[in-house]
């Protein structure tokens, strides 16, 4: 059921990546440069699918390591994945001092998980599998694709609509491209790419928290990684951009202040409590 309706989203946001190509490109060229712009965009969304994984792990400098590297944590990977019924992951490891995770790729077998060196210091065992289960629950619902995609996405309207403003009104003739198309997108197109985030990662985080209790054999150990977490990403900076923030377990403190209503995660407090509810019914 999950990875239905993801697979449908993630068509439904790449469809929305085509439109805006064609909006921007008639914003700054008119009639004459939907051409150009559906070109563009179908070039971006091949891009998207095939190499937003890339871009993901390249941010975060993050290297594959192998069981010869680091036995516990590969290990650890393997176990969770067998009892998930998952195809093992590639695993790698970021030398963010910033302790915090994620999962990313294309789906199933062509999946990925990174976890951060200041992760890896901080946790326990325990913690830890914590943590790697609940990415590993991204990767069993089918939502790595779409989320890695809404972060790279997130990044390009950011980039096209400053383009659109940059460019668009450069043209006054009627033929030409439209100065307030231009400025509307600048306006909107931000907040449509939070919007997308959104609507993405709340409740998948829920989710995944469920699944990961479960997989990991007790809720609590991951509710202690949440709170270990959330206390050390207040203090340390992850130089990642806000528009990928929505790929972590945790947001990462990026030193950009963002409004609460468009924090991309559920708050910390009631995903411990629900957490906790899972223990006290077992």
């Known amino acids: 059921m999950f990875g239905i309706w993801n697979n449908t989203k993630t068509t439904l946001l790449l469809a929305g990546m085509m439109g805006l190509c064609l909006g921007i490109g008639y914003a700054i060229g008119g009639n004459g440069a939907l ?5 563009i965009g179908g070039a971006l969304n091949i891009f998207a699918f095939f190499f937003s994984d890339k871009i993901a792990l390249a941010t975060m400098q993050a290297q594959q390591v192998t ?6 944590l590969v ?31 294309r789906g199933p077998h062509h999946s990925a998980v990174c976890v951060t060196a200041g992760l ?10 914590g943590v790697l289960a609940h990415e590993l ?3 069993k619902h089918r939502d790595i694709l779409i989320s890695t995609i809404a972060a790279i996405m997130a ?3 950011s980039v096209l609509a400053r383009l659109a403003l940059f460019t668009g009104g450069g043209r006054g003739d009627r033929r030409g491209g439209n100065p307030l198309a231009a400025i509307l997108l600048m306006i909107f197109a931000p907040l449509a790419a939070v919007l997308i985030q959104l ?3 709340r409740s ?7 699944f990961g209790a479960k997989l990991a054999g007790s809720p609590r150990p991951l509710a202690r990684a949440l709170q270990v977490l959330t206390h050390a990403n207040s203090r340390i900076p992850l130089d990642v951009p806000q528009t990928q923030s929505s790929l972590f377990i945790v947001a990462p403190f990026t030193g950009e202040k963002a409004s609460r209503l468009f924090m991309t995660h559920p708050p910390i407090e009631e995903r411990i409590r629900r957490l906790m509810e899972m223990e006290q019914r077992r």
């Open 35 to 39: 051409i150009p712009a559906l070109i």
């Open 67 to 72: 069981r010869e590297e680091d036995p516990e």
């Open 75 to 105: 290990d650890l990977v393997a176990d969770l994945a067998r009892r998930a019924e998952l195809p093992m992951p590639k695993v790698y490891v970021s030398p963010a001092a910033a302790p915090n995770a994620f999962a990313t790729g």
């Open 120 to 129: 890896r210091q901080m946790m326990s065992r325990e913690e830890l599998a």
């Open 137 to 139: 629950g991204h990767v």
């Open 155 to 157: 990044g390009a309207i």
């Open 199 to 201: 609507a993405i990662s």
């Open 204 to 210: 998948r985080e829920y989710e995944a928290d469920r």
